[in-house]
C-alpha cells in the first residue's frame, strides 16, 4: 500500500501563487506517474496535471495552461504543483494521485492511489 499525502494548501488572494506538494511512500517512487486533480466546490473532480515516472512526460489542463506547472523531484519522492496567477476559479480541493509503472495519464480512474486533499481557496 503506497500513502500519498497533500500539502500546501491555504486561502490567497486572485493572482496569488501557491505550490502544492505531494509525497508517497514507498521505495519506487520513480516507477510512478503522478499527477494531480482537483474538485470545485458543488463540481465533478477534473483533472490539472500529470507527469510521467522520469518527469519526461507533462501535461496540463487546458484551464491552468500557463499558469501552473507540475514537476517532481525523485531522489525526495516529491511531486509538486506549482499554482501562479491564481483566479476564483482554481478554488477547490486538489488530489495527489499515482499510477504504478504508467505513463502520464489524465484518467482519474486508472491512479492506483489517492491522497485526501488539500484545500485551495482564491478570494476576489
Known amino acids: 500500500q503506497v500513502l500519498v499525502t497533500e500539502s500546501g494548501g491555504a486561502s490567497v488572494q486572485a493572482g496569488g501563487s501557491l505550490r502544492l506538494s505531494c509525497t508517497a511512500s514507498?521505495?519506487?517512487?520513480?516507477?510512478?506517474?503522478m499527477g494531480w486533480f482537483r474538485q470545485p466546490p458543488g463540481k465533478e473532480r477534473e483533472f490539472v496535471a500529470t507527469?510521467?515516472?522520469?518527469?519526461?512526460?507533462?501535461n496540463v489542463s487546458d484551464s491552468v495552461k500557463g499558469r501552473f506547472t507540475i514537476s517532481r523531484d525523485n531522489t525526495k519522492n516529491m511531486v509538486y504543483l506549482e499554482m501562479n496567477d491564481l483566479k476564483a476559479e482554481d478554488t477547490a480541493t486538489y488530489y495527489c494521485?499515482?499510477?504504478?509503472?504508467?505513463?502520464?495519464?489524465?484518467?482519474?480512474?486508472?491512479?492506483?492511489?489517492w491522497g485526501r486533499g488539500t484545500q485551495v481557496t482564491v478570494s476576489s
Open positions: 494521485v499515482a499510477a504504478w509503472m504508467s505513463g502520464a495519464r489524465v484518467d482519474g480512474s486508472t491512479y492506483d492511489y
Open positions: 514507498g521505495r519506487h517512487f520513480s516507477s510512478y506517474a
Open positions: 507527469i510521467s515516472s522520469n518527469g519526461g512526460v507533462r
